[in-house]
């Protein structure tokens, strides 16, 4: 069958989804520039956008070339899944024009997986394209006789990229697209980079190649250059469809984020102790010792307090010394000097000992021998190595990166991961299809199936054993035993009246377990697509090994089809199998026990629970994260009392470990309901329950809401429902910062002072106007009183100076809603100014809402949000709306800059009133303005132009860093000392 002219002849077999009807009717204009890049979540449809994108411009310009061929595609996608997805969804979901139809599926042949075989599509993996570059020629010569053993790896790589690039042209390729695209990271986008270039530039194309690039998840959190890299080859984002917009209109399910916090294992929680035991001694060791009297005095800091001198050390270096004279005020006879601590300090007085003040001095004289001395930072960081405080070089009192690892790692989560069955089973039933997804396998845990002892470590095994025992438990109705020490809660109340207990199975690359009595319905699944299931028994005889072969594809689909069919209501797979590409729009429960943390992979994993189901439109989604918390505090009756003063003391006002760290950054990267505010947004905080204390009742009573929570699936589509009705389904992201406290007394107070001085220096020129008058009556001989009224002038006109100060104070410190929404469009309009915005930009101060001009335009916008149901509380949150979704982003990480307590920026924005610097309303300048002088006054100037008078200090110069520290001291931001949110919301 000739090719000619052959994707004018085909047709999608169903009907466009309203956003992916409005992607396809801007196409053409998109592709003006050679590339068309469209961001969209997990379940809306990328892959039939992508061919439909092939399919249009194929049409549309396949004739054009005069090749035979037309305009035919590769596809690049990250897994050979993937790229096997593309080419089925191709021949499923296309059709030829009913005249060319001859009862077989022509589509069939026109579909290839080998680079060396083009086709009208050719769908491979982006490691097929690596190889094919970079393979090694067993030949001694090529076809044109030149020795290639003696190829350097460039030249080789050269001559098989011309190849390359030669067969594909010759097979009419001319669409290249990129599934997935934010897989474009080191050696794969450098190899893609030069096949595009050299595709490009064949004489045979003239440069007339289209680039369709698709993401879930763009590189947002790239930086600089490896951003603009993603760009160059992907273009410029044309499109961005968002999750909201597709809970509105069905695509996606409604769906919700919930936690489940455990403690570590005992074995884990000593190991935890001993660490922060050995630390303490160090800490006691260092201080106590003569290595801390020398470091003291290479300071330049008076050990018995009577500072004569400021060290100049100290203004590069503020937060190094406060934390060396935190360390001086713990250790008996050194005595800070008050002189040094009202320089680095804002409320004038050291804080309270933590260990982290040790940590950074120790971390500041091993690093700083320019100033310490070689001799000493490198005694002091021997002496740390013997005592175990030093990982990988670098010093580590609070963790060490085995302990993260072990705590991300906890056993101690698979008593949630058995909470968590035994409640999704009790509400959904049969109902119920549960996908747990891990990093690792642990394939030597299969001796422990079944034989009932501790399991001490984390994977699909251990998960399985522990999934099977809590099924057991459920048989038997039989409370959980509860490993972490908490009350156990009535669970057994949510088991299914009618006894129902879940099928569960695990599949990873190289192991499957299933349940012996699905063997039938895996034979007739496996049958199908040609293999012969093996079976081994496992110790628990009611399961076994399952050997289908070394196809992943076919894995994959019998899971698929277990699942669908309800015969399977539990699958526990790894991420890299079942994480990404995935598709069984059934799963309605996801817990991810992985430790990946990074926006792509984290969103990527969540897409597995979100699609829509057609035969069930009420379908809701949970997924669950899970975090290990560390151990309580250690008592005395644990260490003695000369180490216990140099641990932390007791703060059950913080979640501590990484763990959690990581869990509250993941939150940061997607969107859900808010239980606070009513509206979807991103961040941990939207759950509502994260409030101290977090001893064991407070983490068993989060535990107990988020079980209470997930139980109501009906209140999380109303949660949805409620939040998109009346939105076009976008969202931006925005800045939220508390509302402000009374200012502190002496930045208000201050002006006071001024207005004595004011009193008494215009008494002074009144008592001269007077004695003045007083020479004019006498000199005129007339008894005319002149002398009053002038006075009275003068003293009014003077007095207008600090009232007009005290005025503007007042507007600048307390930072309400429309002082905040000037400081945005200063920021918006500075940042267009020095090019970081692109988009037109329409910015004024006296609307503070949409202007009817500003429809087409990137604008600021500032709102008033709940932050707390109990007591009515809210937050003010300012954000940009319209422009690119890389500029939102550019936006709010400036205002969340420039609202930050001041620490150690290039430069310090200062507040000038009547031409006298305001210390106490001081701002640090955002890092996108202090790469260059002329940003700087950009930004100064855009910030005269809507806020109020400033003035821009640099800090690196002597005279700067003394202002610094004023800055640092008086500023209000200081004073608060919380940093702004930064969460993506919906638009409204």
């Known amino acids: 069958m000739s090719e000619n002219g052959i994707w004018r002849r085909l047709r999608f077999r169903g009907e466009f989804r309203d956003y992916q009807r409005r992607v396809l009717d801007a196409a053409e204009h998109h592709a003006a520039d050679g590339h068309i890049h469209i961001v969209a979540p997990p379940g809306s449809g990328k892959t039939i956008l992508g061919l439909e994108l092939i399919r249009r411009h194929g049409s549309r310009h396949g004739s054009r070339h005069g090749s035979k061929h037309g305009d035919n595609a590769l596809v690049l996608s990250p897994t050979v899944a993937i790229a096997d997805q593309w080419r089925q969804r191709f021949v499923d979901n296309f059709r030829m024009n009913h005249n060319d139809s001859n009862g077989d599926n022509p589509l069939r042949s026109m579909v290839s997986d080998d680079l060396r075989r083009p086709k009208a599509l050719t769908s491979v993996t982006y490691q097929a394209l690596h190889a094919a570059v970079s393979e090694h020629d067993n030949r001694s010569n090529d076809d044109s006789g030149r020795d290639v053993a003696a190829e350097s790896p460039k030249d080789r790589e050269r001559r098989l990229l011309a190849a390359l690039v030669d067969r594909l042209v010759a097979a009419g390729v001319r669409t290249i697209c990129l599934d997935e695209a934010h897989h474009l990271r080191r050696e794969w986008q450098r190899i893609l980079e030069s096949f595009v270039a050299a595709l490009r530039a064949d004489p045979r194309v003239r440069n007339d190649v289209l680039i369709i690039a698709l993401t879930a998840t763009p590189p947002y959190d790239a930086n600089v250059n490896e951003w603009k890299r993603y760009i160059e080859l992907c273009g410029d984002i044309d499109e961005e469809i968002f999750t909201p917009e597709l809970v509105r209109n069905g695509d996606l399910c409604p769906h919700q984020d919930f936690v489940m916090l455990s403690y570590p294992t005992p074995a884990e929680a000593a190991e935890i102790r001993r660490f922060r035991i050995k630390a303490g001694d160090a800490v006691r060791w260092i201080v106590d010792g003569e290595l ?48 040094l601590v009202r320089l680095v300090t804002a409320k004038r007085m050291l804080p309270a000992y933590r260990m982290s003040y040790a940590q950074r001095v120790f971390r500041f004289i091993v690093g700083a021998p320019e100033l310490f001395g070689r001799d000493l930072s490198d005694r002091l960081k021997r002496e740390l190595t013997r005592l175990g405080m030093t990982d990988r070089g670098r010093v580590c009192l609070l963790d060490n990166d085995r302990l993260t690892r072990k705590l991300m790692s906890s056993a101690g989560k698979l008593e949630s991961i058995g909470r968590i069955v035994r409640h999704e089973s009790g509400v959904m039933g049969a109902r119920l299809r549960m996908l747990v997804l891990t990093d690792y396998i642990r394939a030597d845990e299969k001796r422990r199936i079944g034989d009932g002892r501790p399991i001490t470590s984390m994977g699909l095994v251990p998960i399985f054993e522990t999934i099977r025992r809590t099924v057991d438990t459920m048989a038997t109705n039989r409370p959980m035993d509860v490993t972490d020490g908490s009350t156990p809660t009535n669970e057994t109340a949510t088991i299914s009246s009618d006894g129902f207990l879940p099928l569960i199975g695990a599949v990873s690359g190289s ?17 199908a697509r040609g293999v012969t299931p093996k079976y081994r028994p496992l110790p628990d005889e009611r399961y076994c090994e399952v050997d289908l072969g070394s196809s992943n594809g076919v894995k994959i689909a019998i899971m698929t089809a277990l699942v669908e069919s309800g015969r399977l209501h539990v699958l526990i797979g790894t991420k890299s199998l079942l994480g990404e590409g995935w598709d069984s729009p ?9 430790t990946v943390g990074s926006f792509m992979l984290t969103n990527q994993m969540r897409g597995r629970a979100i699609r829509a189901l057609a035969a069930d439109p009420r379908k809701v989604a949970n997924i669950w994260h899970l975090a290990a918390v560390e151990p309580g505090h ?9 180490t216990m003063q140099w641990l932390d003391p007791p703060d059950d006002a913080v979640i501590r470990g990484d763990d959690f760290a990581t869990l509250r950054r993941r939150f940061d990267c997607f969107i859900g309901p808010s239980y606070v505010s009513r509206n979807v947004e991103s961040g941990i905080d939207r759950l509502g329950v994260f409030t101290p204390p977090y001893d064991r009742d407070g983490i068993a009573r989060i535990n107990a809401v988020m079980l209470q929570r997930s139980g109501r699936r009906a209140e999380t589509a109303e949660l949805w429902r409620k939040a998109v009705d009346d939105t076009d389904g976008r969202v931006a992201q925005a800045v939220q910062t508390d509302r402000p406290a009374p200012p502190p007394r002496m930045v208000l107070l201050l002006p006071l002072g001024e207005i004595l001085a004011y009193i008494v220096l215009s008494q002074m020129v009144g008592l001269m106007v007077d004695f003045a008058s007083g020479m004019v009556r006498s000199s005129a001989r007339s008894g005319a009183d002149f002398g009053f009224w002038p006075m009275m002038l003068i003293c009014g006109a003077m007095a207008l100076v600090p009232i007009g100060r005290v005025i503007m104070r007042w507007r600048a410190v307390m930072v309400p809603r429309r002082t ?100 106490g309303v001081s701002l640090p300048c955002p890092a996108v303005f202090a790469r260059r002088k002329r940003d700087v006054e950009a930004l100064r100037a855009s910030l005269q132009r809507h806020w109020t008078g400033c003035t821009i200090i640099d800090t690196h110069t002597e005279e700067g860093r003394r202002i610094l520290l004023r800055c640092r001291t008086r500023s209000f931001l200081n004073r608060g000392g919380k940093t702004p949110n930064t969460v993506t919301t919906l638009v409204r």
């Open 292 to 339: 801390f009297d020398k470091a003291v005095a290479a300071a330049g800091i008076a050990a018995d307090g009577r500072q004569r001198h400021v060290p100049p050390s100290l203004y590069d270096h503020p937060d190094d010394y406060l934390a060396l004279m935190v360390l001086m005020n713990r250790r008996d006879g050194m005595v800070p000097p008050k002189r």
């Open 511 to 527: 192991l499957t377990i299933m349940p012996a009595i699905l063997a039938d319905d895996i034979n007739r699944l496996a049958t």
């Open 586 to 594: 059934s799963v309605n429960t996801l817990v991810l026990a992985s």
């Open 634 to 642: 250690l008592t005395f009756n644990e260490v003695g009392e000369q």
């Open 820 to 919: 905040l929404f000037a400081l945005s469009c200063a920021v918006l309009d500075a940042l267009h100014g020095v090019g970081a915005v692109s988009s037109v930009v329409s910015t004024d101060v006296l609307t503070g809402g949409r202007r009817a001009d500003s429809v087409d335009r990137m604008f600021a916008t500032v709102e008033e949000t709940p932050v707390s149901d109990a007591d009515g509380e809210s937050a003010l949150r300012c954000m940009a709306v319209g422009g690119a979704r890389r500029e939102q982003g550019v936006f709010a990480a400036t205002m969340a800059e420039l609202l930050s307590p001041i620490d150690n920026p290039r430069y310090v924005i200062v507040g000038r009133e009547w031409g006298v610097r305001t210390y």
